[in-house]
């Protein structure tokens, strides 16, 4: 046996350069509509604050309904395929909605773009391209440049709204779409399809065992309320800048120093919660801190100071939740079931972005700007009561140990037994198909002269 650990190869290298970048700018197009369909949308025939909110939101319920049977039809023609053909649906909404002169004919858009739901197969590809022992740098890659694409989305989307208007942002999207295909064949190296990834893709035999998981569904309600609450507010948003007197095109600039603000205050936090170990303290200040920014903007009387101040309060409180939620994933789902529970955790956002986008429209439509900021503050209020009774995440981290080829699947349990024996590992998965073993760790308990000594062991399971 060997414990996996080393440096990135060219071609791990290449794969994941050219995979984030496939990510993110599939992510960009998604989110520059944001912060400037509302402001827009009424040069679209038919346009209400309800079917706005739809529009806003649509993708996220295609892309949870089909996220799933994508990553497993990518198991079956191949994840090149099936990714060129989500894409290929991406750059179809983006010409739809960019064509369009109706708010149905957005809509319709919008649903496209959200059809190309390749997230689990570009994850797939990811994990085809990389050993076990860089793989977990290689998702937080993705997650990095999901984060970036977002703050980016945020300064992007206003400047090319108010310079070519909303079809100019649809039209910029399809290049990215176009872009992604370019990248994805000519930058992303071929490489062996590998049928199931425990710590990436879903497995339906593990699935039931993690839906009775309440402190994962704990965390699936929090990314869900989390994009909820976003694409709920980015109704109201749009229209409290013009009401504190920020001209349409300098919107871009206020959600530039937002952003920027918001990164340099989560940053320290982040170490708090990780070096530290205070995980649920910060989930619980970040919920707090979003619900209070949220109250703020329903009663918003303070001008753009004001209004500059609450949103540095929520996207900080964003993007601290962003950050931290997958970690505490990371340490409470069972040895080998992390990618089952990401893919639950990652459709439950995909609902809440679709749920908020239509809550926020309805709030606005039946009772006013104001309306949507105190529903969602009122959803604040709940999710953190409910989050206030989550345990402490255990600080677990993971350990993946290749095992030898002629190791018989008969010494299978023993050779878990033996794992299990040792002091700080606290649960053990052996996959004889994968010949690996899945470990979750705590690494102050760990005898780590002991775990060494069986991985070196020639017969480990004597």
């Known amino acids: 046996m060997r414990k996996v650990s080393g440096l990135l190869l060219v071609s791990e290298r290449r794969a994941i350069t050219g995979l984030a970048g496939l990510y993110a700018t599939r992510m960009l197009g998604l989110f520059m509509v944001l912060p400037v369909l509302a402001l827009y949308a009424d040069d679209l025939a038919g346009a209400t604050p309800l079917l706005v909110g739809l529009a806003l939101g649509v993708y996220g319920l295609t892309q949870a ?12 023609l191949g994840r090149k395929p ?12 983006s010409v739809v909605a960019a064509a369009a002169d109706t708010i149905g004919g957005v809509l319709l858009g919008r649903c496209l773009q959200g059809s190309g739901a390749v997230a689990a197969a570009i994850m797939a590809l990811l994990a085809d391209q990389t050993r076990e022992q860089v793989r977990t740098a290689a998702m937080a890659t993705i997650g990095l440049s999901i984060g970036v694409a977002f703050a980016v989305a945020m300064v992007l989307g206003p400047w090319l709204a108010s310079s070519f208007g909303l079809g100019g942002v649809f039209w910029f999207t399809a290049g990215l779409a176009v872009l992604g295909l370019v990248v994805l064949w000519k930058l992303v190296p071929p490489a062996p399809r590998r049928l199931r990834h425990r710590d990436v893709g879903l497995d339906r035999e593990q699935l039931r065992s993690i839906l009775r998981r309440g402190d994962l569904w704990r965390l699936d309600l929090s990314i869900f309320s989390l994009h909820l609450i976003l694409m709920a507010i980015f109704v109201a948003v749009p229209f409290r800048l013009v009401e504190a007197g920020v001209a349409v095109e300098r919107h871009g600039l206020t959600y530039l120093g937002v952003m920027a603000l918001a990164f340099l205050a989560m940053v320290p936090l982040v170490i708090v919660a990780e070096k530290w170990r205070r995980m649920k303290a910060i989930c619980l200040l970040a919920i707090g801190a979003i619900t209070l920014s949220l109250a703020g903007l329903a009663g918003l009387a303070s ?17 601290l939740l962003e950050a931290t939620l997958p970690s505490m994933l990371s340490k409470l789902a069972p040895a080998g079931a992390k990618g089952t529970a990401m893919g639950i955790y990652s459709t439950s956002q995909f609902l809440g972005a679709f749920l908020g986008g239509l809550l926020g429209g309805l709030l606005a439509q039946q009772w006013g700007l104001s309306a949507v900021f105190a529903g969602c503050a009122l959803l604040g209020m709940v999710w953190l009561a409910l989050m206030v009774g989550m345990s402490a995440p255990p600080n677990l981290a993971s350990e993946v140990v290749a095992l030898d080829a002629d190791t018989p699947e008969a ?20 996959v004889p198909e994968e010949r690996l073993a899945y470990l979750k760790v705590d690494r102050r308990r760990l005898d ?12 480990p399971s004597a």
């Open 303 to 319: 001008g753009w100071w004001g209004l500059f101040g609450w949103l540095l309060l929520f996207f900080t409180g964003f993007n």
């Open 411 to 430: 010494a299978m349990d023993t050779l878990m037994a033996r794992f299990a024996e040792v002091a700080g590992v606290e649960d053990v998965l052996v």
């Open 65 to 76: 309904i089909l996220q799933i049977p994508f990553g497993l039809l990518s198991d079956r």
């Open 448 to 459: 780590e002269q002991a775990l060494a000594q069986l991985i070196a062991s020639r017969d």
């Open 82 to 93: 099936v990714i060129a053909a989500g894409l290929g649906l991406f750059l179809i909404g």
